[in-house]
């Protein structure tokens, strides 16, 4: 298939892009690099061995997009560009919303015009909302706690409502749970722009010594030790739980389809910081803070779901997720050039 991938120079959509060309597709990028950087490109080229149309532009501009699909003869679109920091989307909803929801009406639109019926879409685990029943199951009801996990929630909304009016579309909601770790080479993984939002980059630059000591956020949660648990998914099963979902929807006629990618498994802030220490022989100093704001006690998925219809689940380890972070680190201490 020839598979459009907008936000592919970013951390989920670069390893996805790597096995959509290992499974034999071909691939073409647009991106508006304002959380990617330009080195990524290279890095893509050299990993998977061959050359990659990347197109940057905002996803938002409808006749840059148009004419990319006038040009381009796409069988299907996986869809992450978007914006993400949960606490940015509170300081600026505006830029949130119009973004995040601009950019897929507008790639909505591109595709209708085109004709172009298959699309796999980055949701979240966000859309769970406030007070989730752990694990997860895909039938809960969604809602959301702040701009950005409002996004996730509207957009599903969007594409449950489209798929009524053109029962033709066929479409994949994954929800992922928490991506982290990067690409066994060393050479792509996660670059936060700023101070790291999520606990694995910022653990990761602690040990790096780009950072003094992380704060807990919270030791008083009913949990394994009062510290937040997540389900940490590895983003490598990640990128091969979207290309499970792209063939699905191709070989199914169910029109819209909605896939919890997580494993499982919860793990809470202190286990991930003992992981990543034997991982990386590195003593990671850390201070109990307040609870942040927003935060829930647990996050874990039911994937049974993804497993009993894509086949697919997590292969790697919570080991392996810190070893794969840290050889990304390590080799590039600073993120990308
Ligand atoms: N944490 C710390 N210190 C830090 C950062 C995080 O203790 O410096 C804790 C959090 O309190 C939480 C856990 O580590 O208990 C994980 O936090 P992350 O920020 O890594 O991940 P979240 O589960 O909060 O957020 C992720 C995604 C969001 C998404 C959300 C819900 O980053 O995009 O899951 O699906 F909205």
């Excluded at 949130?96 to 980055?122: C, K, P, W």
């Excluded at 060393?186 to 950072?211: T, Y």
């Excluded at 996050?299 to 070893?323: F, Y």
């Amino acid at each position: 298939m020839k598979i459009l991938v907008t936000g592919g120079a970013g951390y989920i959509g670069s390893h996805t892009v790597l096995q959509l060309i290992a499974a034999g597709h071909q691939v073409v990028v647009v991106d508006d690099f304002s959380n990617a950087k330009a080195s990524v490109a290279g890095r893509l080229e050299e990993l998977s061995g061959t050359s990659i149309p990347i197109h940057s532009f905002d996803v938002a501009d409808l006749d840059k997009l148009n004419g990319l699909f006038d040009a381009e003869d796409f069988d299907a679109v996986v869809h992450f560009a978007g914006y993400k920091a949960v606490g940015e989307s509170v300081a600026n909803p505006l830029d949130y919303y119009g973004n995040n929801i601009g950019a897929t009406i507008s790639l909505l639109q591109a595709m209708d015009r085109h004709e172009v019926r298959h699309l796999v879409f980055s949701s979240s685990a966000t859309v769970y909302g406030a007070d989730p029943i752990v694990p997860m199951t895909e039938g809960l009801p969604t809602s959301a706690t702040n701009p950005y996990g409002w996004t996730k929630v509207m957009i599903e909304q969007v594409l449950r409502d489209l798929v009524v009016a053109q029962p033709d579309n066929r479409i994949a909601l994954l929800r992922y749970f928490n991506p982290v770790g990067a690409h066994p080479s060393g050479q792509i993984g996660e670059d936060p722009s700023a101070v790291p939002n999520n606990l694995m980059p910022f653990v990761a630059q602690v040990a790096v010594g780009r950072r003094d000591k992380l704060s807990v956020f919270g030791d008083d949660y009913d949990t394994v030790d009062g510290t937040g648990v997540r389900d940490y998914i590895h983003v490598e099963d990640l990128a091969a739980g979207h290309v499970a979902a792209l063939h699905w929807i191709a070989e199914h006629d169910r029109t819209i389809s909605t896939w919890n990618l997580g494993s499982g498994v919860g793990t809470s802030v202190l286990q991930l910081v003992n992981a990543f220490e034997k991982a990386s022989g590195v003593k990671i100093p850390y201070e109990i803070a307040p609870r942040r704001d927003g935060d829930i006690a647990a996050s874990v998925a039911d994937p049974s779901l993804a497993h009993r219809e894509l086949g697919w689940q997590t292969e790697k380890t919570v080991d392996d997720m810190c070893a794969d972070t840290w050889r990304w680190q390590q080799a590039n201490p600073q993120g990308y050039p």
